[in-house]
């Protein structure tokens, strides 16, 4: 890293946003899901910025895990309690997350290609809210579930 220093503070702003981890599993799931069901629906409201917004959180998203781990591992983590650390529950939260901007960018397809942009707005919202409380919201259920109660025992492992 470059600027070790600034990723450590940014890490630090970024905890303090979240709030810390309980003792409690069941805590933490709660908290962890709560919390990726907001930015998930954040990420599909986003789509309607022109379809660009998903891609933007996405990305940033994905800025920030790189960057936790990147200091992380300049701090002697190994390498395999990181990918254990993450692997478990990431296989169903990044889907989610990119389902969550995909239903956003097709709420804003559905406005933009229908000539009555009211009703296109009102049958792109019902689709993209299917998919995020049918398929989205599932999803994150069972990472917070994973990450709570699994991902603490497996990574401990590496």
């Known amino acids: 890293m470059l600027q070790p220093e600034k990723a450590v503070e940014y890490m630090k702003t970024i905890a303090q946003q979240l709030g810390s981890l309980s003792k409690s599993p069941f805590k933490n799931f709660i908290t962890i899901f709560v919390h990726n069901s907001w930015v998930a629906l954040l990420t599909l409201i986003s789509g309607l ?27 002697g983590m190994p390498p395999r309690t990181l990918v254990l650390g993450l692997t478990p529950h990431g296989i169903f939260e990044i889907p989610a997350f990119i389902l969550a901007g995909v239903a956003g960018v097709c709420w804003y397809k559905k406005i933009v290609e229908d000539k009555d942009r009211g009703r296109g707005f009102k049958e792109g919202a019902s689709f993209a809210l299917r998919m995020y409380g ?22 401990s492992l590496g």
């Not at 891609?55 to 895990?65: D, K, P, W, Y």
């Not at 049918?134 to 990574?155: D, K, R, S």
């Open 49 to 75: 910025f022109f379809g660009i917004g998903p891609a933007i959180l996405v990305m940033t998203n994905g800025f920030v895990v790189g960057l936790v781990v990147g200091v992380l591992w300049e701090n």
């Open 134 to 155: 049918g398929v989205v919201l599932a999803m994150l259920l069972v990472a917070a579930f994973i990450e709570a109660y699994i991902t603490p025992n497996v990574a």
